[in-house]
C-alpha cells in the first residue's frame, strides 16, 4: 500500500508540474500570436461565405494540430476571446485530441492503416457535425462571459509593454481561473491511475461482453492518458482478448474527454455545455467502436 500510494503521489505532482508547465508555455505562445495578428485575421481562420465550410475548416485544422486534449484548452479560449465563430471553433475542439497526428500514428500500428482511415474519416465528420449542432441549438449562450467573445486578449493588454509582456500576462490571466479545476481533475487522475487495476478493464470489456463497447467508453473518461501512453495498453488489451472496437470506444473517450479537460472546460463553460460535449464523445465513441468491430478486420 505505502508503494502505491508513493506511486500515485508521483505520479500527481509530475502531472501537475507538467500540466502547468504545459498551460503556461502554450498560453503563452497564443499570448504572442495574439499580439502579433491581428484578431481579425483569427476570425477569418474560421470564417468562410459558406457556413458548412467554416465547420470542415475548423475540424481540418484541429486534424493538423499537434494538441492533446490538454492543450487545446488555452487554443479554444484564444480563439473564443478573439470572436471566431462558435461553431467552428467547436468543431476545432472536438477534432483536435481525436485526430493528433500521433494518436493517428499509434493507430496504424495497432489497427493497420485502413483501420486509422475508418478512425480519422469517423471522427473527422463527427467533429463537423457536432460543431454545427452546437451552434444550431445555441449552446453560443453557455461561454461564461470571462471567455466570451471580444472578452479581451493580449491585445487588449497596454500597448505599450513589450510582446512577450503582454503575452505572459494574457497567459497568467487565463491559467490563474482553472487552476482549482486542474488540480481536482489531476487528482482524480492519480486516484485511478493508482488504485485501478487494468485487470477489471479486460473484464468489463472482454469480447464476451455483449457492452463491452460502451463500457470500454464509459471507462475511458476517466482515464488520464497521451497518445504515446495509450500506445502499450490499448497493444496490450488486444493482447489479452479485449476487441478492436471496444479498444478504440476506449481511445476516442480517453483521448477526448479525459477527466482533466473536463474540469478545465468546466471553468471556460456552464454544466449545460460540458455535459453536452461529454456525452457526444461518448455517443461517437460508442459507434465508431461498433463501426469498427463489423468494418475492420
Not at 236 to 258: E, N, R
Amino acid at each position: 500500500m505505502a508503494s502505491i500510494l508513493l506511486e500515485t503521489g508521483q505520479w500527481f505532482l509530475f502531472t501537475t508540474a507538467e500540466l502547468i508547465v504545459l498551460f503556461l508555455a502554450i498560453s503563452f505562445l497564443v499570448g504572442l500570436l495574439q499580439v502579433w495578428l491581428p484578431e481579425e485575421k483569427v476570425r477569418k481562420l474560421f470564417e468562410t461565405r459558406r457556413t458548412i465550410t467554416g465547420y470542415f475548416v475548423g475540424a481540418a485544422v484541429g486534424a493538423i494540430t499537434p494538441f492533446c486534449s490538454y492543450s487545446t484548452i488555452p487554443v479554444l479560449s484564444s480563439l473564443l476571446r478573439s470572436g471566431a465563430p462558435f461553431g467552428p471553433t467547436m468543431a476545432f475542439l472536438f477534432s483536435s485530441p481525436l485526430l493528433d497526428p500521433v494518436v493517428l500514428g499509434v493507430l496504424v500500428y495497432v489497427v493497420g492503416f485502413k483501420g486509422m482511415m475508418v478512425y480519422a474519416t469517423l471522427t473527422f465528420l463527427a467533429s463537423v457535425g457536432v460543431g454545427a449542432l452546437l451552434a444550431r441549438l445555441g449552446f453560443e449562450a453557455d461561454i461564461k462571459s470571462e471567455y466570451g467573445s471580444g472578452c479581451g486578449s493580449a491585445t487588449g493588454l497596454e500597448a505599450d509593454l513589450p510582446a512577450w509582456r503582454r503575452a505572459w500576462e494574457a497567459a497568467w490571466g487565463f491559467f490563474v481561473p482553472v487552476v482549482p479545476y486542474l488540480l481536482l481533475g489531476t487528482a482524480i487522475g492519480a486516484l485511478i491511475y493508482g488504485f485501478v487495476p487494468t485487470v477489471w478493464l479486460v473484464a468489463l470489456a472482454g469480447p464476451d461482453q455483449p457492452f463491452a463497447i460502451p463500457v470500454a467508453a464509459a471507462l475511458g473518461v476517466p482515464m488520464d492518458v497521451n497518445a504515446e501512453t495509450f500506445f502499450p495498453v490499448a497493444t496490450a488489451l488486444l493482447d489479452k482478448g479485449v476487441g478492436v472496437g471496444a479498444v478504440v470506444a476506449l481511445i476516442v473517450t480517453s483521448m477526448g474527454v479525459s477527466v482533466p479537460e473536463v474540469a478545465l472546460l468546466a471553468g471556460i463553460f456552464r454544466p449545460r455545455l460540458v455535459m453536452f460535449l461529454v456525452a457526444s464523445v461518448f455517443i461517437v465513441a460508442i459507434t465508431t467502436g461498433a463501426i469498427f468491430s463489423l468494418a475492420v478486420t
